[in-house]
Nanobody, 135 residues
Framework: DVQLVESGGGSVQAGGSLTLSCAAS??????????MAWFRQAPGQEREGVAS????????????ADSVKGRFTITQENAKDTLFVYLQMNSLKPEDTAMYYC???????????????????????WGQGTQVTVS
């Protein structure tokens, strides 16, 4: 079964940077992974999509929420038996404070054409989350 483990969260001052990592394992050669995404959820708010990346077939296309465009970058790195998905976050703002979750779609539910979108119901596998606090 797919296992997702996030790391890299922490506390940072406004204007600072953080890089989140998601290690996806349990997929053998990784071919089961189709779309990957980062979501976030602040207290009392709905979980929202932040960034997504097309994994299957080596597409690599990305989609960002308007609120993070130009500040966040999602990338992937393949290692033996593990796929890493990173979220580089620059120019952080207090409103970026949230629990950040990595999510995986193994069924192409999040795909539309050559991109993967961030509808949370399309992602069947989730990590435990990593907290980001911007003050």
């Amino acid at each position: 079964d797919v296992q997702l483990v996030e790391s890299g969260g922490g506390s940072v001052q406004a204007g600072g940077s953080l890089t989140l990592s998601c290690a996806a394992s349990g997929t053998g050669d990784g071919s089961e992974l189709k779309c990957m995404a980062w979501f976030r959820q602040a207290p009392g708010q709905e979980r929202e999509g932040v960034a997504s990346i097309y994994i299957g077939g080596g597409g690599g296309s990305t989609v960002y929420a308007d609120s993070v465009k130009g500040r966040f970058t999602i990338t992937q790195e393949n290692a033996k038996d593990t796929l890493f998905v990173y979220l580089q976050m620059n120019s952080l703002k207090p409103e970026d404070t949230a629990m950040y979750y990595c999510a995986a779609d193994l069924d192409w539910r999040a795909r539309d054409g050559g991109v993967c979108y961030q509808e949370k119901t399309d992602f069947g596998h989730w990590g435990q989350g990593t907290q980001v606090t911007v003050s």
